[in-house]
């Protein structure tokens, strides 16, 4: 029997597991998890398992680790081998497997992994792994006689097949997708020669090096190759994915980032007018103009806690048919799943460009301007950094007193006033605080930046200087 193990606290996070390779997190680690799930997974009546992996170079042996402690448990293994994390989503689903887990590190730099968790295609998140790290403390397992099986399946033709279904063939469209040389990219490769049009993939090949940027589309700097491309070949639509496949970026014809927020209002109208009244999530980044929008087109907009298993809870517990967050995780559960899959958001995306007479710009127009930020991340003490935001609430409520400004503290900080509004958070993936602050005018963008400011200071922390507006 083995020993009990304790994982580094830092690597068990709200929404996942995942931390520093050959510092916090290390084989060992893969091998208790595999033990733990495993048993969970047995417990609950289960007994096969999904399992895929990133392009990182530490994946395939986190993998082989993996999958060696739920074998022990008795849980039969199906393993998708290299691609992006909701390929092995859709296989919970079309297999019809008890759970899944994936081994990524998401859009982490290259020396981070972890894991990503469903349990009969449920998020497995929060309360649940606390919980898991304490059974896995006590050296609490189910082993079995022998371990069980494990075998190989080949899932890309019916994943692909999948995206294609819900494709809706428009005008052809001059597109530039980005694959970031991370675990998407065979997928995005094999896709778009199915799709019309004209298609160039840039950093298709998977490499965990990271050799031509790092894989987050949310990051402006990170666009800049797709950005160029664009303009060379006119494209009429770039589109970003992150690591492992399940986040989007977009930018429009003339070069110009669109954010998330605007992306999912944008999917809002086409899921509102097939379904009147449905409810429309978004994360407590997004801006107010999605939330207005929302309403606008008769749905009903939802605020809600960051954190891609946290908002495919509230999906499923509201109906939602559709839900995203800023940082670039959009969740499909009108005519799909429910997980957050970019490569199926952006076949959703060019069904909405090809089937208008309209470019990308002109489908946004009619949104209102509004000044502000990006995510703006900077480092904090990871052990400090929710008793930091307990105390950045204090100040900010204070300095905000009486001025007509509310409160919104499901996540972090968020005080929306008549012209604007700021966020603080502490990250649940990182050791770092999340702002962003969004206003009306020039005038109401320098006041919330320099009440924030004014608190951080306090905190003898400062936002960084590159992200100052």
């Known amino acids: 029997m083995p020993k009990p193990h304790k994982f580094n606290p830092s690597t068990l996070r709200e929404y996942d597991i995942r931390g520093i390779v050959g510092q916090t997190l290390f084989p060992a680690d893969a091998h208790a998890l595999g033990l733990t799930f495993g048993t969970i997974v047995r417990r609950a009546g289960g007994h096969t398992v999904a399992t895929g992996y990133d392009g990182r170079l530490s994946s395939p042996e986190l993998h082989a680790s993996l999958t060696q402690g739920l074998r022990e448990t008795g849980c039969d293994i199906i393993d998708l081998g290299v691609g992006p994390t909701p390929m092995t989503y859709f296989a919970a689903y079309h297999l019809k497997t008890d759970a899944a887990i994936m081994v990524t590190g998401s859009h982490n730099p ?15 998140y ?50 530039v997708w980005d694959a970031g040389n991370g675990s998407a990219g065979e997928i995005v490769q094999t896709l778009v020669k199915q799709l019309p049009g004209t298609h160039t993939v840039l950093f298709g090949d998977i490499d965990g090096t990271f050799p031509n940027h790092h894989p987050d ?33 977009a ?19 086409e899921v509102i007018k097939n379904q009147p009244g449905a409810t429309i999530i978004g994360d407590v980044k997004c801006s107010g103009a999605l939330f207005s929008e929302v309403a606008r087109l008769g749905g009903k907009p939802l605020m809600w806690n960051t954190g891609h298993s946290l908002v495919k ?3 499923a517990e509201t109906r939602s048919p559709l839900a995203g967050e800023l940082s670039g995780h959009i969740f499909f559960a009108d005519k799909y799943y429910g997980f957050d899959d970019a490569q199926y958001c952006a076949v959703r995306l060019l069904n909405i460009v090809g089937g208008s007479d309209k470019q990308l710009s002109r489908l946004l127009a009619h949104l209102p301007t509004r000044l502000g930020t990006p995510e703006i991340r ?25 001025q007509g400004y509310t409160l919104c503290d499901i996540d972090g900080i ?17 050791p770092a605080m999340v702002a962003r602050i969004e206003a009306q005018d020039p005038e109401t963008l320098a006041l919330l930046q320099n009440r924030l400011e004014q608190a951080l200071a306090k905190e003898q922390l400062s936002l960084p200087a590159e992200n100052n507006h």
């Open 110 to 124: 290259s020396d981070y992994n972890g894991f990503k968790m469903v349990l009969k295609n449920k998020p497995f």
């Open 126 to 175: 929060g309360d649940a792994i606390k919980a898991l790290g304490q059974q896995s403390s006590k050296g609490d397992w189910d082993m079995a006689p022998v371990p069980a099986r494990s075998s190989q399946i080949d899932i890309r033709a019916a994943y692909i097949a999948r995206l294609m279904q819900d494709f809706v063939p428009g005008r052809p469209l001059n597109v």
């Open 217 to 249: 589309p949310t990051v402006d700097k990170n666009l800049v190759q797709l950005q160029a491309k664009m303009k060379e070949l006119g494209a009429d639509l770039g589109i970003a994915l992150d690591g492992d496949g399940d986040r989007i970026g």
């Open 251 to 269: 930018v429009d014809e003339n070069g110009t980032v669109i954010r998330c927020d605007m992306l999912l209002a944008l999917y809002a109208a």
């Open 313 to 315: 809870a509230k999906m």
């Open 378 to 402: 900077f480092d904090v003490d990871d052990a400090h950094k929710f008793e930091i935001a307990r105390r950045l609430k204090k100040h900010l409520v204070d300095a905000f007193d009486g």
């Open 414 to 430: 968020r005080l929306d006033g008549p012209k604007g509004w700021l966020l603080i958070r502490p990250s649940n993936t990182q």
